[in-house]
């Protein structure tokens, strides 16, 4: 059992940068592969990145994949999304959350949640 809690959104220039941590509780993080989710304004759900229980292997959404890092530290039960290069379209609420079976990237492959936090980029 795992519970989330997202932190480090906020406002930003479209250019500037940005580091999301989600920080997990629980004793079963590191069988957990992971993912960073999001809801842009007016637009569904989507995955925006994943990585695998060692942190070996890595996915992203192809309008994030020259600009964004997902990485994780398993001593700390953190998983990290570095944003650079933040442009207006990036803006909306992102979610972390686990996924039991091992795979990351398609939203159904997604377990728990988080609470989410917001991402805000200006022109």
């Known amino acids: 059992q795992v519970q989330l809690v997202e932190s480090g959104g906020g406002l930003v220039q479209a250019g500037g940068s940005l580091r999301l941590s989600c920080a997990a509780s629980?004793?079963?993080?590191?069988?957990?592969?992971m993912g960073w989710l999001r809801q842009a304004p007016g637009k569904d759900y989507d995955v925006v990145a994943g990585?695998?229980?060692?942190?070996?292997?890595?996915y992203y959404t192809e309008s994030v994949k020259d600009r964004f890092t997902i990485s994780r530290n398993n001593d700390k039960n953190t998983v990290y999304l570095q944003m650079n290069s933040l442009k207006p379209e990036d803006t909306a609420n992102y979610y972390c959350?686990?996924?039991?079976?091992?795979?990351?990237?398609?939203?159904?492959?997604?377990?728990?949640w988080g609470q989410g936090t917001q991402v805000t980029v200006s022109s």
């Open positions: 990585i695998s229980r060692n942190g070996l292997s890595t």
């Open positions: 959350a686990t996924s039991s079976g091992g795979n990351f990237r398609s939203l159904v492959d997604f377990d728990l």
């Open positions: 629980g004793r079963t993080f590191s069988r957990q592969a």
